[in-house]
């Protein structure tokens, strides 16, 4: 049987080659033809690649969920419907998450973005006339601070965060998926593949033993396992992370008296989703923001409360929440931002982590293997 195996991996193997040197000819001849291809596929494919997407993120929520249910003695039909009620039971939630968001949030943001626009000038004036009342011994009162609030009046703010550019960024997103139809199949596909998770893995698990031999197979199926592992616990820790500090920031922030407290609770959450230099940014966008709108008192106050918000964050809720899957040097974290944000872009630098963590278990346990 091994025999076979590695006969039919031996002619995969060659047949593979000649295929992929075939299409490098085909690719270079005709480029522009294969590219309109590849983006025409590429849209078709969209729906579905989307709703794999959101079955790789709601995993593992109805994972647990559905241990919950199956924990349930009475009465025994939710045990034996728990995969079917989990999937109902999170996309309930998810749907209702968003209907907050629609309804409480996005508009609360919303205002706050045109307040803060209109009211920029003011703002800047204010600051000003506070700045110039500053002793001239004031350890505040230097050229580069002064250089650096100038430098904020000529950024034309209404440019970048106009409705209308909003408008085009919503539907932008929305292009994405570009029908209620493309949206509908989405969720479908993720639902059916959320439903049918132990027979697709089971039929994946089939086709690599067929193709690959005994101890190629577990190595495959060994770093497959981790490889998801790392990433469920990083995507879905990190959203969840991203979520608790916005709400908790909002929070602390409305407390104080900040103002457009939900609009940078919600952007400290967002860039929290990117390690170390997300959170750095944001603290330092929510503290020039709070400088214009309620002085420099209340933006030290607010940055200390953040900053304590981030430590005990960084200390206590992301480990308990990610857990310590991802134990990765600090230095290696910032130069897999660093290399992901430059190549990558926001994307790029979110999905970094997670990607070095696994190409660092790859050498670690090839050097260890190699001694």
């Excluded at 006969?7 to 033809?33: E, H, M």
């Excluded at 590219?35 to 590429?42: K, P, Q, R, Y």
């Excluded at 959101?54 to 039909?77: G, M």
């Excluded at 650096?148 to 994405?176: F, H």
Aim: hydrophobic share 55%; charged share 15%; glycine share 6%.
């Amino acid at each position: 049987m091994e025999e076979k195996k590695k006969g039919f991996s031996k002619w995969l193997y060659w047949f593979s080659l000649g295929l992929a040197i075939i299409l490098v000819y085909k690719l270079l001849d005709n480029f522009t033809q294969i590219g309109e291809w590849f983006s025409n596929l590429f849209n078709v494919l969209m729906p579905f690649i989307i709703g794999v997407l959101i079955a790789y993120l709601f995993y593992i929520p109805c994972r647990k969920v559905e241990s919950a249910y199956r924990k349930l003695k009475k009465p025994k039909i939710i045990a034996k419907r728990a995969r079917g009620l989990s999937i109902i039971t999170v996309y309930i939630i998810a749907i209702l998450l968003v209907i907050i968001a629609l309804n409480f949030v996005i508009p609360n943001i919303t205002r706050s973005i045109t307040d803060f626009i209109n009211n920029f000038g003011n703002y800047y004036n204010s600051t000003m006339e506070t700045y110039n009342a500053l002793p001239e011994d004031s350890v505040w009162k230097n050229e580069v601070i002064k250089d650096l609030i100038q430098s904020i009046q000529n950024i034309d703010l209404k440019q970048y965060l106009n409705m209308e550019r909003l408008t085009e960024y919503v539907k932008g997103a929305i292009n994405v998926v570009n029908s209620v139809f493309n949206i509908f199949v989405s969720f479908i596909v993720s639902i059916y593949l959320l439903a049918g998770r132990s027979r697709i893995l089971a039929f994946f698990k089939k086709l690599a033993r067929a193709i690959f031999t005994k101890d190629t197979y577990k190595m495959v199926a060994k770093y497959f396992n981790k490889s998801n592992e790392v990433f469920f616990s990083f995507i879905g820790g990190q959203v969840l992370d991203a979520f608790v500090i916005g709400v908790l920031t909002s929070i602390a922030m409305s407390i104080i008296g900040v103002r457009y407290s939900v609009l940078l609770g919600f952007m400290i959450g967002l860039f929290n989703l990117i390690p170390y230099f997300g959170a750095i940014i944001a603290v330092i966008i929510a503290i020039i923001v709070t400088i214009f709108t309620g002085g420099l008192g209340q933006a030290i106050l607010m940055a200390v409360i953040v900053i304590i918000l981030q430590q005990i964050d960084a200390n206590i809720i992301n480990p308990k929440i990610i857990g310590h899957s991802l134990s990765i040097n600090p230095l290696l974290v910032i130069f897999a931002v660093t290399i992901g944000g430059a190549y990558f872009g926001v994307l790029g630098m979110f999905l970094a982590v997670p990607i070095f963590t696994v190409i660092k278990l790859l050498i670690e346990e090839y050097v260890d293997y190699r001694n």
